[in-house]
């Protein structure tokens, strides 16, 4: 059986694959050698729960994961999705193969199989390495960096130094064993985040002049020439699968959506500029609230709640007020579309702690943030500090097997896409 080397970059656009394909040498080869085209995200097009889609083969709804954040259904209370919550094997541990991981998401805590190296989401100080001992032989190692931030020759110094160190981390542990290495490399989505609008014509604020116009070609020849630096020592028995999560895009604006809820009569809260709507919300008179980030999770204040105030007919009513209000929203540029579903309507089953209605703003184009208070709901800038992109469903692939006449794949087929290799 083949060994199996996945560079797994976060983020990257299909699109931004085209475009720059002259330049990134040996993930055209990849490309050249297989299959290659549009991996088509799951919904929501978010990291987590992303990946784990992708390599366990179940759409979010069948794991339970949403998002990076969840709230009970039966209570107000929140949480941090970790790696305890994918209860799923991935597709090599099914088959009982040794692996090795670096950084893939949800990370934390290390996974207890092979050779576990946890995610950017991992709490300063924690236990991050499987076995223990590991750390200690990797030493300096940088999970993630401050993207959302006006300090970009800083920012790109400190994406280059953390993506230097990721590499010399998967050189170090390909002298382990292993039948399936995977290396997960986040700076990629952050050099959208930090540079897309000095990059994409596409965004309202277009600034090719600008000293950063190079940042995001420049960090791909990068990645692609320390990715090549890896494949030269693969075993000649591996195949290889470039593949990112999701894409990004140009932010065309930014929508504090509990406001319009507010005005439609559907939440109460105190007053208090830029506050998270979860800290001011008054639960007793409110019967819609919703979370913001790349997409709008909206939660019906259902009687199951501590202080719910909604019936389960009603509920299907503020839904249905829901779905026809927001299908089309008036922006400061015009009209935009939006998508509004049920989960049901997006996954198999949907366990776990859904929201009761998922938003797309605009096909994504438009971030919903869940902060109060501003003097318009349309928001000149995210809420949380600069940030050029978001999220698409247009992510990447190439494989160094398949149909070379098959451009597409869905992250659900990844891992039957996997499986197929190693039945082969």
Same mark, same amino acid.
């Given at each position: ?158 994406? !280059? ?51 950063? !116009? ?211």
């Amino acid at each position: 059986m083949d060994k199996l080397f996945i560079l797994a970059l976060d983020g990257v656009p299909y699109e931004a694959f085209i475009k720059l394909r002259d330049q990134l040498p040996n993930l055209a080869e990849i490309a050249d050698r297989g299959s290659w085209g549009v991996m088509r995200a799951v919904d929501p097009p978010i990291t987590v729960p992303a990946w784990a889609s992708m390599f366990t083969g179940k759409d979010p709804g069948e794991l339970g994961i949403y998002g990076f954040r969840h709230m009970r259904r039966h209570s107000y209370d929140t949480y941090i999705v970790t790696s305890v919550d994918l209860r799923e094997k991935y597709v090599w541990e099914r088959r009982g193969l040794r692996s090795v991981v670096i950084g893939l998401p949800p990370g934390y805590p290390p996974r207890q199989y092979g050779i576990w190296i946890s995610d950017f989401l991992t709490p300063k100080g924690r236990p991050w390495t499987h076995p223990p001992q590991l750390a200690e032989e990797i030493g300096h190692y940088i999970f993630d960096i401050e993207y959302r931030t006006d300090r970009k020759e800083e920012a790109y110094r400190q994406l !280059a130094e953390m993506t230097h160190a990721r590499f010399r981390v998967a050189q170090k542990l390909l002298e382990k064993e292993w039948d399936v290495f995977v290396l997960h490399e986040i700076g990629t989505d952050r050099a959208h985040h930090l540079f897309q609008k000095y990059w994409d014509p596409q965004h309202p604020k277009y600034a090719p002049d600008s000293p950063h !116009a190079d940042k995001i070609p420049t960090y791909y020849q990068l990645v692609d020439q320390l990715a090549g630096q890896l494949i030269k020592r693969l075993p000649p028995d591996t195949q290889i699968l470039a593949i990112s999560d999701h894409g990004n895009q140009a932010q065309r604006g930014v929508l504090a959506i509990n406001q319009l809820l507010r005005e439609w009569g559907l939440v109460e809260y105190e007053e208090k500029p830029g506050e998270d709507i979860e800290k001011v919300v008054n639960w007793r008179r409110t019967k819609a609230v919703a979370w913001g980030g790349y997409y709008a999770r909206i939660y019906i204040n259902t009687r199951d709640r501590p202080q719910g105030t909604v019936d389960p007919e009603e509920a299907e009513d503020i839904k249905k007020e829901l779905k026809k209000k927001l299908r089309t929203l008036k922006a400061p540029w015009g009209y935009i579309e939006n998508q509004i579903y049920e989960p049901r309507q997006l996954y198999r089953k949907a366990t776990g702690d859904y929201p009761d209605l998922v938003v797309y703003l605009d096909e994504v184009r438009v971030r919903p943030v869940q902060t109060i208070g501003h003097p318009d709901p349309w928001l000149p800038e995210n809420d949380r500090g600069p940030d050029d992109s978001l999220h698409s469903f247009n992510g990447f692939y190439a494989a160094t097997w398949g149909d070379a006449k098959k451009k597409d794949i869905h992250a659900l087929d990844v891992a039957q896409y996997i499986e197929a290799l190693w039945s082969a």
